[in-house]
């Protein structure tokens, strides 16, 4: 069945530091690929999404690249803040429904300044 | 704009006693509805998706079920919880053709 695989945590980076979370899925077709953001104590945010192959999602900093090639879509950012702790969720919609929405474990992130 | 309301926001249950959560949505019409279980350690579990009132789609054969009343109203129910329903739970809303989610805040239910 579909199904989206996240590198596990937590990922501890000191402030100004390259983030990287691994994300890849296993889906029949072309599904739409999402992360979504958990600040501590809140519900889930979009962050970023792409709908079809070789599209690059991005928002705030982040970014994620639709690679059908290796069935991935890792979230990277440059430069992380402390504001950038949370949880990430890598999520994905299959084509046959867009109904429906599975999510990947979660990589809980730690910053410090 | 459109909100979601999920309430209550932490719930202390004992063992066989029933659940009842209730998820609103303001300010659209007909949107999806989704109840997603977050247990300690382990991410999103889909537990049921509604695409209109009275149609439930169950994603995990489980202790729970769900039911739409209305139709910008979710509700997830027990008869009898057991200590594995313990969780964090979150309820959802899509518009039709859209692509993103929209979450509430969350229940956390402790079941004792």
């Known amino acids: ?55 690059k999602g991005s928002n705030k900093g982040f970014e994620a690249t639709y690679r059908k090639e290796t069935t991935s879509f890792h979230l990277e950012k440059g430069s992380v803040q402390v504001s950038d702790s949370a949880v990430y969720f890598c999520a994905l ?3 046959y429904n867009f109904n429906k929405f599975y999510f990947g474990s979660g990589t809980k992130l730690n910053v410090k300044p | ?64 079920s769900a039911s739409r009343p209305q139709d910008r109203q979710f509700i997830l129910s027990s008869k ?9 739970y979150l309820c959802a809303w899509m518009l039709r053709g859209r692509t993103e989610a929209f979450f509430g805040q969350g229940t956390r239910l402790t079941v004792v």
């Open chain 2, 1 to 64: 704009s459109q909100t979601i309301h999920q309430w209550p926001a932490t719930l202390v249950q004992p063992v066989g006693s029933p659940l009842s959560l209730e998820c609103t949505v303001e300010g659209t019409s007909n949107p999806n509805l989704y109840w997603y279980r977050q247990a300690a350690g382990r991410g999103l579990q889909l537990l049921f998706y509604s695409v209109g009132i009275g149609q439930i789609s169950s994603e995990v054969p489980q202790n729970l």
């Open chain 1, 1 to 55: 069945g579909d199904s989206v695989t996240q590198m596990e945590g937590p990922v501890t980076l000191s402030e100004e530091a390259f983030l990287t979370i691994n994300c890849t899925y296993t889906a029949t077709g072309y599904p739409s690929l999402f992360w979504y953001v958990q600040y501590p104590g809140e519900g889930l945010q979009l962050l970023l999404k792409a709908t079809k192959a070789d599209d």
């Open chain 1, 93 to 95: 919609s299959p084509p």
């Open chain 2, 80 to 88: 009898k919880l057991l200590l594995s329903d313990s969780g964090f």
